[in-house]
Nanobody, 126 residues
Framework: QVQLEESGGGSAQAGGSLRLSCAASGYGIMSYFMGWFRQTPGKEREGVAAIGRDGRTSYADSVQGRFTISQDNAKNTVYLQMNSLEPEDTAMYCC????????????????????WGQGTQVTVSS
């Protein structure tokens, strides 16, 4: 069982920055890759960024060049640095963990992830 807890959400002005954190715990956590997803009411959940245990990353086109995913293996924590925020980035952001065997192909597919956090709200005003 893996537990994920997000923090760092809040409000920001357009053009501003926020950093989200996801603390992971549980048996075998080092064998999972991690991702960030976001969702707003009435819209499908969107994969934002993912990072493998080897440090390779994947990003959605909508955040490429603005968001950076990173991880601190010693702390079992994954971060999402969000810069140049836009009102369209307003959403509930959740982190998720997927088994290493699925770190192939399209890495932002929600179906690849087994464990999910509760989420943290990000609100960007214009």
């Amino acid at each position: 069982q893996v537990q994920l807890e997000e923090s760092g959400g809040g409000s920001a002005q357009a053009g501003g920055s926020l950093r989200l954190s996801c603390a992971a715990s549980g048996y075998g956590i080092m064998s999972y890759f991690m991702g960030w997803f976001r969702q707003t009411p009435g819209k499908e959940r969107e994969g934002v960024a993912a990072i493998g245990r080897d440090g390779r990353t994947s990003y959605a086109d909508s955040v490429q060049g603005r968001f950076t995913i990173s991880q601190d293996n010693a702390k079992n924590t994954v971060y999402l640095q969000m810069n140049s925020l836009e009102p369209e980035d307003t959403a509930m952001y959740c982190c998720a963990a997927g088994p290493a065997s699925l770190w192939t192909g399209y890495r932002l597919a929600a179906s690849k992830y087994k464990y999910w956090g509760q989420g943290t709200q990000v609100t960007v005003s214009s």
